[in-house]
């Protein structure tokens, strides 16, 4: 409720669309998630202007060749939110050799590694948010991660444009507390919520219907 007519604020929020993966879905049955709805649940007292959603394209891997496709299909169903707006970064992935953590006796010592990175997401979530702010495109800001990279944008934002800026931390450990220095106010991401933010089994867009992968039933 806002008292005297006053308008909720208007919002911005920036998903790091991995950080959400990794520290929110991965290995659960939430994968199928409407960010929209999410946001709508955490957020209840916001006017949500506009969703970033920041990825990279996957390459697909011998022990999961069917991993973009599924990633294509969700980002296909991320489309269909009229708020949302998808920004790449790139996915880059290289062999490296690391040490073993525990190395058998007389056996080697380092193993060679596929290491996978994605790039660019903390720049281009600080790009824009900061590129917004100066825009004044929104009251409130909303980042949706746990990366403390991503703290100097936040404190750029509040102290000097003197904006307010949000944290849903995804992750179940403690959030970062460079973020929480700098930051408004966070929220947990928990289960409850990712549950109740699904999108339906069967999707409709402008080519036709689509459905949830079935690796994620």
Same mark, same amino acid.
């Given at each position: 409720?806002?008292?005297?007519?006053?308008?909720?604020?208007r919002?911005?929020v920036?998903i790091d !669309?991995?950080?959400?993966?990794?520290g929110?879905v991965?290995?659960?049955?939430? /994968?199928?998630?409407?960010? *929209?709805?999410?946001c709508?649940l955490l957020l209840?007292d916001?006017?949500? #202007? +506009?969703?970033r959603y920041?990825t990279?394209?996957l390459?697909a891997?011998?022990?999961?060749?069917? /991993?973009?496709?599924? $990633?294509q299909?969700?980002?296909?169903a991320?489309r269909?939110?009229?708020s949302l707006e998808?920004?790449?970064g790139s996915?880059?992935?290289?062999?490296v050799?690391?040490?073993?953590? #525990?190395?058998p006796?007389?056996?080697?010592k380092?193993?060679?590694v596929? /290491?996978? @990175?994605? +790039?660019?997401?903390?720049?281009?979530?600080?790009?824009?948010?900061?590129h917004?702010a100066h825009? !004044?495109?929104? #009251?409130?800001a909303?980042?949706?991660?746990n990366?403390?990279?991503l703290?100097?944008?936040?404190?750029?934002?509040?102290?000097?444009?003197?904006?307010?800026v !949000?944290?849903?931390n995804p992750? @179940? *450990?403690?959030?970062? $507390?460079?973020?929480l220095k700098h930051?408004s106010?966070r +929220? $947990?991401?928990?289960?409850?919520v990712?549950?109740?933010?699904?999108?339906?089994?069967?999707?409709?867009d402008?080519?036709?219907a689509?459905? /949830?992968? +079935?690796?994620?039933?």
């Open positions: 409720c806002f008292l005297g007519g006053a308008m909720p604020p919002t911005h920036y !669309g991995f950080n959400l993966y990794y929110a991965k290995g659960t049955a939430f /994968k199928w998630l409407n960010v *929209q709805r999410l709508e209840p916001s006017r949500i #202007d +506009k969703i920041f990279a394209r390459s891997r011998q022990d999961d060749p069917d /991993k973009p496709t599924r $990633q299909i969700y980002l296909r991320l269909t939110l009229p998808i920004t790449y996915f880059l992935s290289h062999d050799v690391m040490p073993l953590v #525990d190395p006796p007389g056996g080697p380092f193993a060679r596929v /290491k996978t @990175e994605e +790039k660019g997401s903390d720049v281009n979530i600080a790009a824009h948010l900061i917004d825009k !004044g495109s929104f #009251d409130v909303v980042l949706v991660t990366d403390s990279d703290a100097e944008a936040i404190r750029i934002v509040r102290r000097e444009l003197g904006l307010e !949000g944290i849903l992750h @179940e *450990q403690t959030p970062s $507390q460079m973020l930051a106010f +929220k $947990q991401i928990r289960h409850g990712l549950a109740a933010s699904q999108f339906p089994d069967v999707m409709r402008a080519k036709g689509f459905h /949830k992968p +079935k690796a994620w039933s």
